[in-house]
């Protein structure tokens, strides 16, 4: 049994580009919740999928989108990057068991730096 | 609007003391209250969890309590070793699948060999 992946580990980014992170959810899990976690704070909810549909969002603006395919990974996709999208994204993963659990395991974040 | 409040930021005790870090939320439709561990440039670990039909869980020197009524929870370590040190996060959130979590501030652990 493999543990959520992420990539990639690092990134630098310029304002007003866009980027695209990426999960690989830990085997025999569907559901995937991405956080933000500026540095000092908790992680923040951005969003969540399940079955290859967004299932909840947080407060967060419309540039911030994903994916999940077929294969439960997932990308996260910032457009019009600002500076305070500054922080580790972590993604995490949740295993499908009937009745649902919501027991999140996370991935080992991406850091991402936005100049 | 959804909120998790916990207390202390930082909680600095002697190897071997107990530690205790509590929190309160907002959401009365939480019945899912996580902890994780997380160390300086790693990943958030959940280290025990308690759902809202029983009241206490605990795993080895770990310990976490809730109380519904009051919207409170808190997480217990025994005998704590200098490898606990880390910051700690406690949640809420819905049991079922598909439920955000509401995460707190973080308690900075220091245990002191």
């Known amino acids: 049994e493999t543990g959520v992946t992420q990539s990639p580990t690092h990134l630098i980014k310029t304002r007003g580009q866009q980027v695209t992170l990426r999960c690989s959810s830990q085997?025999?899990?569907?559901?995937v919740s991405w956080y933000q976690q500026a540095l000092g704070q908790g992680p923040q909810f951005i969003f969540q999928?399940?079955?290859?549909?967004?299932?909840g969002r947080g407060n967060f603006p419309p540039r911030f989108s994903g994916l999940q395919f077929p294969n439960y990974s997932s990308e996260l996709n910032v457009n019009a990057l600002e500076l305070d999208d500054s922080a580790l994204y972590l993604c995490?993963?949740?295993?499908?068991?009937?009745?649902?659990?919501?027991?999140?395991?996370f991935g080992p974040g991406t850091r991402l730096t936005v100049l | 609007g959804e909120n998790v409040e916990q207390h202390p930021s930082t909680l600095s005790v002697q190897e071997g003391d107990s530690a205790v870090i509590k929190c309160t939320y907002s959401?009365?439709?939480?019945?899912?209250f996580p902890w994780y561990k997380q160390e300086l440039g790693k990943r958030p670990q959940l280290i025990i969890d308690?759902?809202?039909?029983?009241g206490e869980k605990k795993d080895q020197r770990i310990a976490v309590t809730l109380n519904k009524t009051a919207k409170h929870f808190s997480l217990h370590i025994t005998e704590t070793q200098p490898e606990d040190s880390a910051v700690y996060f406690c949640?809420?959130?819905?049991?079922?699948?598909?439920?955000?979590?509401?995460f707190g501030q973080g308690t900075e652990l220091s245990v002191k060999p």
């Open positions: 995490a993963s949740s295993p499908a068991l009937a009745g649902g659990r919501n027991e999140q395991f």
């Open positions: 085997s025999g899990h569907n559901t």
């Open positions: 999928y399940y079955r290859e549909e967004e299932n």
């Open positions: 959401d009365s439709a939480s019945n899912y």
């Open positions: 308690i759902r809202s039909n029983v």
């Open positions: 949640a809420a959130g819905p049991h079922n699948q598909g439920g955000k979590l509401i």
